[in-house]
């Protein structure tokens, strides 16, 4: 089981959209270790009612799918600089705090993904996270295509369009 860190917009993400009738985080939480940091919490689930995925990532962290974790350590001189939000910057911390214990960070913000990448840490973008899902035989192939279409709307369509060729042939070089 593959234990994530997920910021705000992946958390956003996969609580939004739906496949055959349930939010895509549901499919994640049954095959991995969800956590967020506390300002995620707040800036998903602080939402309230007027979205419903902030009643879906509720819901999930009230049952335990979803871990809530705050972080020890404030004085992130380098991250203070980036100019992040207040999620990814904490989820990048997190990350950080919880070193090898946590597989990857998934974000889809890019500013944070480029951070996290210098910093050395594993990180996914949402749609690779489904990827690498089928790829450790986690999630078959028909719910990894049926959850980057529910999605598409999120993403530029290049990267549906690449997503769904690497699921296909199984190779992230595909060009045709």
Not at 5 to 32: H, M, N, Q, W
Not at 136 to 142: K, Q, T, V
Request: charged fraction near 30%; glycine fraction near 8%.
């Amino acid at each position: 089981m593959l234990k994530l860190i997920f910021d705000t917009s992946s958390l956003i993400t996969s609580c939004k959209f739906y496949v055959s009738g349930l939010p895509v985080i549901k499919y994640i939480a049954e095959r991995c270790e969800i956590i967020i940091s506390y300002s995620v919490n707040e800036e998903v689930v602080g939402a309230g009612g007027r979205y419903p995925n902030a009643v879906v990532a509720k819901e999930l962290i009230r049952e335990g799918k979803i871990g809530v974790r705050t972080v020890s350590f404030w004085d992130y001189d380098v991250l203070d600089r980036y100019n992040l939000g207040k999620g990814e910057r904490e989820s990048i911390v997190l990350g950080v705090e919880m070193g090898g214990e946590v597989d990857f960070i998934v974000t889809d913000d890019r500013l944070a993904y480029v951070v996290i990448g210098r910093m050395s840490i594993k990180k996914l973008l949402f749609l690779d996270l489904v990827v690498e899902l089928v790829e450790r035989n986690l999630m078959d192939l028909e719910l990894a295509k049926a959850i980057i279409n529910a999605i598409r709307l999120r993403y530029p369509e290049g990267f549906i369009y690449h997503t769904l060729k690497i699921l296909e042939r199984g190779d992230r070089k595909c060009l045709k």
